[in-house]
């Protein structure tokens, strides 16, 4: 199993990002999927999630900003990132439980400068 997520990188305050996390081994469509962030000195917190059934949910700091959304067809889920800001700084990993094991991705580093 292997999630590999990339797009991150340097953004000024309010734009914009996507991120994507492709999967191999396991189905995207056929679990939970989320997107976890973690900026220095902080922990890791859940950002986004994913049902296998589409449900979406967010932490309220990103809520009416992010988007998570799903491609079955390319095991893909990926991370819309609107009016970013710079609390927003952190690694993001994505991660999905998958027949008993937590996997997650290497993370992509999201720098918003102000």
């Known amino acids: 199993v292997q999630l590999q997520a990339y797009g991150g990188g340097l953004v000024q305050t309010g734009g914009s990002l996507r991120l994507s996390c492709a999967a191999s081994?396991?189905?995207?469509?056929?679990?939970?999927m989320g997107w976890y962030r973690q900026a220095p000195g902080k922990p890791r917190e859940l950002v986004a999630r994913?049902?296998?059934?589409?449900?979406?949910g967010y932490t309220d700091s990103v809520a009416g900003r992010f988007t998570i959304s799903r491609d079955n067809t390319k095991n893909t889920v990926y991370l819309q990132m609107n009016s970013l800001k710079p609390e927003d700084t952190a690694v993001y990993y994505c991660?999905?439980?998958?027949?008993?094991?937590?996997?997650w991705g290497q993370g992509t580093l999201v720098t918003v400068s102000s």
């Open positions: 991660n999905a439980p998958w027949r008993g094991y937590d996997y």
């Open positions: 994913i049902t296998i059934g589409g449900r979406t």
């Open positions: 081994g396991i189905i995207t469509g056929g679990t939970h």
